[in-house]
């Protein structure tokens, strides 16, 4: 998964598949763009850097991914 900051908006994107814009919805909470079922957290760690962000789909499944950057 990759993050991206655009003239000033926020895009998802998953290796081999189209990036997408992202809305806020709270400070830690994202959803696609004109996408009500698709969300992103953000969990911040007790130092608060983002290490872990959970991806909300549909189907109720949920995925974590961890950054390696």
Sequence with gaps: ??????????????TGKPKFE????SNTMMKGKDNTYFK???IPSADGKINEVKAYYQDNRIESSFRTE
């Design 22 to 25: 992202l809305e806020a919805m």
């Design 1 to 14: 998964i990759t993050f991206t900051f655009e003239n000033g908006k926020l895009y998802y994107q998953r």
């Design 40 to 42: 992103i957290e953000f």
